[in-house]
């Protein structure tokens, strides 16, 4: 098998294990209500995406979010996606790991791969909906080494 296909795979593969993981959280516990906005589009500036990305994010409970995206990498393309913890309240520690599948032209060759991604930082998102708001240290890891990175989202929670 290729490593095209393998990174397709291993990518899906992420996806489906962050939504079965968020299942088993997002069971109704006793504990605060339930979360009215749960959804939330949001374009990030630089972060996880490199340079530009539109993103949707699901809270699945509480305190675990899942998240996917398209971004605009260099002269090609990429694919965000991540998991979350979060704090209680409408001001939140973020804390996450996730993939960013890319692949990109320099003029001469084709890029292609999967890098490994980080975030830790602040989010606004209100409970019963509105603008949201995410800054933070989203560290990416590939072939090339670490990557110290860093970004901010903006968008609406519904």
Known sequence: MNNKRMNII??????CS??????????????????KAPNAVYTEL???GILLSVNYDRRLGEHISVRAGVAVVGLGFGVP?????LSSGDHKFEMG???LYATATNG?????GVAG?????????PRDGGFMFRIGFTPLLG???LLPWGGASFGICF
């Open 143 to 145: 072939s090339g080494g």
């Open 81 to 85: 996606v991540s998991v979350s913890f």
């Open 117 to 125: 991604s980080a975030n830790i930082g602040y989010r606004y998102q």
């Open 97 to 99: 790991a996730g993939l």
């Open 10 to 15: 291993s990518l899906a593969s992420l996806v």
């Open 46 to 48: 630089l972060g996880q």
């Open 18 to 35: 962050i939504t079965a993981c968020g299942m088993v959280f997002a069971e109704d516990d006793g504990g605060p209500p339930a979360i």
């Open 108 to 112: 001469f060759e084709k890029i292609e």
